[in-house]
């Protein structure tokens, strides 16, 4: 009478008790499903709650595996809408220089042609990869072919989903903006070197980002410089919201796990 005869456990149920812990940022729904009731004949019955967990495990894990295969890829192509900024409101003195001197494009155009913006500190870019939406990870940056004084020791990232509303040459102020991360950077001495990858920390996809850099190697020097930057993460996985889940595919599995009670003969 031992175990020979004591009922195996459902598939879904035994898939389900193994525990998994699973953060997927890229859902942004975040209130919870109700339960959904479907018509078994003439009686209703519930969807089991072990369904719905499985549901929800099998979304997550398409969801890790394409951010997996997709992540540390380079965000940013020389196609991209870039534009040069300064915190501190120097936009008439980089009207005057811009044509003078190295283009903000040339931040972003996969050679070393020289970014020089003459904002000095707190100056930087503005970009919107034309991948759309993206995660940022991590960037690195190649040093300028001269002058290692004028290299960043500091940065700040923000992010926005704005239509970008400023000029270039601007303070970058025109758009609603939220901090993403900040910390220091120690380019090397040697001129049109990459420099160490520094990572971000960031989980939430923007459209575009502002990247500024508060202070130089040379805190007397009244401009920043570099030749390349790159952001690297993940484009944003185009993947159905759980809400819309729940309405379609949750259905089709209630039907195929709720069970029919027999009929009693009067």
């Not at 965000?75 to 991209?80: E, Y």
């Not at 809408?81 to 931040?107: M, P, Q």
């Not at 420099?195 to 040379?218: C, E, I, Q």
Request: hydrophobic fraction near 40%.
């Amino acid at each position: 009478m031992g175990g020979r005869n004591t009922p195996k456990m459902p598939t879904h149920q035994r898939l389900t008790s193994i525990p998994i812990t699973v953060y997927v940022p890229l859902c942004r729904n975040t209130q919870p499903m109700a339960q959904p009731v479907v018509r078994t004949g003439t009686r209703l019955a519930l969807i089991p709650a072990s369904s719905m967990q499985l549901l929800h495990a099998i979304f997550a894990a398409a969801a890790i595996i394409l951010v997996t295969t997709l992540s540390n890829a380079a965000l940013l192509t020389p196609d991209d809408f870039i534009i040069a900024v300064d915190l501190d409101g120097d936009s008439a003195e980089n009207d005057f220089l811009n044509g003078l001197d190295e283009d903000i494009t040339n931040a972003i155009d996969g050679t070393l042609d020289l970014y020089l913006n003459f904002g000095g500190t707190n100056s930087g870019f503005i970009v919107t990869p034309s991948l759309g939406p993206t995660v940022v990870t991590s960037f690195q940056i190649t040093t300028a072919v001269d002058v290692p004084e004028r290299d960043p020791t500091s940065w700040s990232l923000f992010g926005t989903n704005e239509p970008i509303a400023s000029l270039n040459d601007s303070d970058g102020g025109s758009e609603s903006w939220s901090f993403i991360d900040a910390g220091s950077i120690s380019l090397p001495a040697a001129r049109d070197s990459l420099g160490p990858v520094v990572h971000v920390n960031n989980v939430v996809p923007y459209a575009s980002y502002r990247m500024t850099f508060p202070t130089l190697k040379d805190s007397n020097t009244t401009i920043m410089h570099f030749a390349e930057i790159q952001f690297d993460g993940t484009p944003t996985p185009l993947l159905p919201e759980p809400s819309f889940v729940s309405m379609s595919s949750v259905c089709g599995l209630a039907f195929a796990s709720a069970r029919r009670r027999p009929r009693r003969r009067v």
